[in-house]
């Protein structure tokens, strides 16, 4: 498990066990929920469609073998149904709010019933713009019910009442893969299901969304130009397990995806020109569209690379980037490229003879 999130849950258990310091647990527990969800939404604003209907584990043992939409539904099913269904005696956000309808999920249950083919025809079927929706609607309402907690709730069991209740919503499958979660969360009391459907399963889950993601993003640059169309190199972006390449639709550079139409305006630009990027551009020297925006603390150095790519190829480029990076320590490139573009240059020249070019 994440070593930092792993650490942060054991220090927010730790607060909510005592009575004094229960308040600054919760509110701790609320805070990393939404750092938590930060993840979910990157992914799930940032993403074309089939991404969250892909397997790219199949067979693997562990959460990564779903589907990045089985996991969402996954966490936020179970977090309504507990939460809901357990805990405050209320109806669930995915029928109060017509989710039922509009995620057009084909099941009602927490999907543990389902696996290969069937797994992958579910995730097909919903649409993610609502399922995005619908979890953050289950996350703000659990939010508020945690805000509403007492510290001697945490004590409170649940007993046959409960069990029924859960077992007449229909929302739990018989499967033997999923009727078991029935008497897991009844053997808990308010602090176990805290401890488990509402932060630790969320940890689990989302580390396995990221694994499946970072796979999908290095299938999608698998036989595609590593050269971005600014001059940037894919094959040594430190982003490269969140974007799969401007050349694909997993394209999440930050360029692309604050746009408004999700197209970065260089790659746009170079489509609508007709060529293979900025480097082939006449006006390369004093364009300040997208990552050569004057701001950008990165555009000196993206120009630098595009006119190395110019003067010498793409081929000599990476192999030049090879070096830079087995030399250097660093994450972006305007760390050893700094801000003046005559400079960068220099730099690559540098390190280009060294590698013949
Ligand atoms: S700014 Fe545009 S062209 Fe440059 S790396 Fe990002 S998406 Fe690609
Ligand atoms: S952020 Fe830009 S350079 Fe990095 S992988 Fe994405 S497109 Fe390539
Ligand atoms: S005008 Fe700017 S963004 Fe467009 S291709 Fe030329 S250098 Fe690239």
Known sequence: MDREWSEKNKAIRALLSKAASFEAGMDALVQFRAEMLGQIDHIMKD?????????????????????????????????????????????????????????????????????????????????????????????????????????????????????????????????????????????????????????????????AMNRIKNRLCKMARRGVDPVACCGLSCRHCFLAEWCGSCRTSYNVCAFAACSPDGACPNAKCCREKGIDGCYECDELEVCEKGFYTPTNDGASAARAQSLYIRAHGKRAFLAMQDRLHERYDFAKTQEILGQDVAEGLRIMEAMGSETGK
């Open 47 to 207: 993403y074309p469609e089939d991404a969250f209907y892909q397997m790219p584990f199949p067979g693997a043992k562990g959460y990564h073998s779903k589907t990045l939409a089985y996991s969402v539904w996954h966490i936020f099913r179970i977090e309504d149904i507990v939460a809901h269904e357990m805990i405050a005696g209320d109806r669930q956000v995915l029928f109060s709010q017509g989710f039922d309808a509009s995620v057009r999920s084909p099941i009602v249950t927490t999907g543990n019933e389902l696996s290969g083919d069937a797994l992958v025809e579910f995730s097909r079927a919903l649409d993610i713009a609502q399922l995005h929706r619908y979890a953050r609607a289950v996350a703000e309402s659990t939010d508020r019910l945690l805000k509403d907690l007492k510290y001697p709730d945490l004590r409170r069991k649940f007993g046959e009442e409960t069990r029924t209740r859960l077992q007449d919503s229909g929302c739990v499958s018989d499967d033997e893969s999923a009727c078991w979660l029935i008497d897991y969360w009844c053997g808990k009391d308010v602090r176990g299901l805290i401890g488990m459907p509402f932060s630790r399963h969320w940890i689990m889950h989302i580390e």
